[in-house]
C-alpha cells in the first residue's frame, strides 16, 4: 500500500519499521522503527517534543489517571471516542495526521481496529509511543514527519486531524493536501480552534507574540503565571451575573464563574484543581508557546470542505474546539 509520498520528489514512499525509501532512492532513517522523514525542524516541532518528551511528562499524568484527567479537555467533550467506532467499522486503512501523544491511536486500538493505522506527528517522542503502548500491534505504523510537507497519496478510508490543524502557517493549503489523502467516499475528520470574543483574540495574539518567541523552558516558566491566575480567580468561587446579551463585548447574557467569564472573555488563564499546577501550566505552555495557532469560524471550516470536494456529515462544536467530519464525494 502505497501511504505516503516522499516528501523531496513526490514519489511513492517504501516505510516499515526497518528501512523508508522512495521509487527514486531518497532513503530516510528509521529510528526505534520510527521512520522520519521531516524535511527541516520548526519551531512547532520543539515545542511538540518539549511538550510530549520525558521533561514535562504529560502523557505520564495521563497515563496515571487512567485517562481521567482528559476528561476535562475539549477533545474528550467533542466525543471522539463515540464517533471514530463506526467508522473504524467501514474503514480499513487510517491516517492520523498529527498524532501528537497518540490519544487517536488508542481509541483505534481501543476498537479493535485490525486494518491499517499509520500515525504521523513532528514530535521526536513517537519511537517511546510505538515502543510502549503500540510494539505488539503490528498493523499500526509511527512516521516522523511535517503535517505541511507534500506526502500525500489518495489511500486512505478514514483521516483525521485532530486539534492540529491551526499549528499550520497556512492552514487552509495545509487542509486541501491532507484531504488529498482520503479516498472518494472515505472521511475526514477535525478538530479546530473556535475564534473567541474580541477582547480574548486580542490577548491571545498579544501573549503568544511574545511567549513564542522564548525558548521552551523559558515559556514554561512564563506561562506559570496564567495558571496562577486562573488560579486565584478560581478559589474566589463569585459567581458574575451578565443581565443581558453584550453583542458588541460577545458575552452572552447568563451566570459565569469569575474565573470562566474571564477564561472565554479575556484572557486564557487555565487551571484545574485535579490537574494540578504543572499539568494546567502545560495546557497554558499549548496554547502560548506554539508559532501558530489560528482560530477559526464554523463557515471558514465548512468552506475548506466545500472547496476540497467533501459533504460535511457531522458537525460539533464545545465553547474551544469545532468537530467537523467530511465525506469525500465520489
Ligand atoms: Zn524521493
Given at each position: 500500500m502505497n501511504m505516503l509520498r516522499c516528501p523531496i520528489c513526490q514519489t511513492s514512499l517504501t516505510l516499515n519499521d526497518k528501512r523508508c525509501f522512495c521509487a527514486t532512492g531518497h532513503e530516510f532513517p528509521v529510528t526505534g522503527q520510527v521512520p522520519n522523514i521531516m524535511l527541516r525542524n520548526s519551531q512547532t516541532a520543539d515545542h511538540y517534543s518539549f511538550q510530549w518528551?520525558?521533561?514535562?511528562?504529560?502523557?505520564?499524568?495521563?497515563?496515571?489517571?487512567?485517562?481521567?484527567?482528559?476528561k476535562a479537555t475539549a477533545s474528550s467533550k467533542l466525543g471522539w471516542k463515540d464517533y471514530l467506532p463506526t467508522l473504524l467499522r467501514n474503514s480499513g486503512s487510517v491516517l492520523d495526521v498529527a498524532c501528537g501523544y497518540g490519544g487517536i491511536a488508542d481509541i483505534v486500538k481501543e476498537a479493535g481496529f485490525e486494518g491499517v493505522y499509520l500515525g504521523f506527528d513532528i514530535n521526536d517522542t513517537l519511537a517511546d509511543i510505538k515502543k510502549e503502548r503500540f510494539a505488539h500491534l503490528n498493523n499500526f505504523q509511527f512516521v516522523r514527519a511535517d503535517m505541511t510537507d507534500d506526502i500525500y497519496a489518495e489511500a486512505f478510508d478514514l483521516v483525521v486531524c485532530r486539534s492540529a490543524i491551526m499549528y499550520a502557517p497556512r492552514p487552509m493549503e495545509t487542509f486541501a493536501a491532507i484531504a488529498r489523502a482520503v479516498?472518494?467516499?472515505?472521511?475526514?475528520?477535525?478538530?479546530?480552534?473556535?475564534?473567541k470574543s474580541p477582547m480574548r483574540e486580542l490577548c491571545d495574539d498579544y501573549f503568544r507574540g511574545i511567549i513564542s518567541r522564548m525558548g521552551e523552558r523559558e515559556a514554561f516558566e512564563a506561562v506559570k503565571e496564567f495558571t496562577l491566575f486562573g488560579k486565584i480567580l478560581s478559589e474566589l468561587n463569585v459567581r458574575v451575573q451578565i443581565p443581558q446579551d453584550l453583542p458588541v463585548l460577545q458575552i452572552?447574557?447568563?451566570?459565569?464563574?469569575?474565573?470562566?467569564?474571564?477564561?472565554?472573555?479575556f484572557l486564557k488563564c487555565f487551571w484545574n484543581e485535579d490537574w494540578g499546577f504543572h499539568n494546567s501550566s502545560i495546557v497554558n505552555f499549548d496554547w502560548y508557546h506554539p508559532e501558530y495557532s489560528w482560530r477559526f469560524t464554523r463557515e471558514e471550516?465548512?468552506?475548506?470542505?466545500?472547496?476540497?470536494?467533501?459533504?460535511?456529515?457531522?458537525y460539533r462544536v464545545v465553547p474551544a474546539q469545532h468537530f467537523f467530519s467530511g465525506r469525500k464525494r465520489a
Open positions: 518528551g520525558k521533561e514535562l511528562d504529560f502523557y505520564k499524568a495521563i497515563r496515571e489517571s487512567q485517562g481521567d484527567i482528559l479516498r472518494p467516499g472515505g472521511h475526514f475528520v477535525i478538530s479546530a480552534y473556535t475564534r452572552r447574557k447568563g451566570e459565569y464563574d469569575i474565573q470562566r467569564l474571564m477564561y472565554y472573555h471550516v465548512a468552506e475548506w470542505y466545500e472547496a476540497c470536494g467533501f459533504d460535511v456529515v457531522e
